[in-house]
Nanobody, 118 residues
Framework: QVQLVESGGGLVQPGGSLRLSCAAA????????MGWYRQAPGKQRELVAM???????AYADSVKGRFTITGDISKNTVSLQMDSLKPEDTAVYYC????????????WGQGTLVTVSS
């Protein structure tokens, strides 16, 4: 199994910034990428950003231009810089590793809570 450890959440005012970090450990093969996901109360978990194995990135439309994902696949780490945060960004944020078949390799952890509020 692949273990995931997320950190960096907290309370921030609208317009503020936070940086999330994630490290994965375990048997990791055939990686497609590492991604950040979030789940707001009463909503389904959604993909926020993906850092692909060869360095390309993808973002949800709602965060484009505000969030930046970086990573080091060789070290199984990924980070998410979140700027210009909005109240609607409030959610529990999770990371996971995705293989070339689209499967999640990691065990979903507790995530890290991001609260954007004045």
């Amino acid at each position: 199994q692949v273990q995931l450890v997320e950190s960096g959440g907290g309370l921030v005012q609208p317009g503020g910034s936070l940086r999330l970090s994630c490290a994965a450990a375990g048997s990791i093969f055939n990686i497609y990428g590492m991604g950040w996901y979030r789940q707001a109360p009463g909503k389904q978990r959604e993909l926020v950003a993906m850092f692909r194995r060869f360095g390309t990135t993808a973002y949800a439309d709602s965060v484009k231009g505000r969030f930046t994902i970086t990573g080091d696949i060789s070290k199984n780490t990924v980070s998410l810089q979140m700027d210009s945060l909005k109240p609607e960004d409030t959610a529990v944020y999770y990371c996971n590793v995705v293989d070339n078949s689209g499967r999640y390799l990691g065990v979903w952890g507790q995530g890290t809570l991001v609260t954007v509020s004045s």
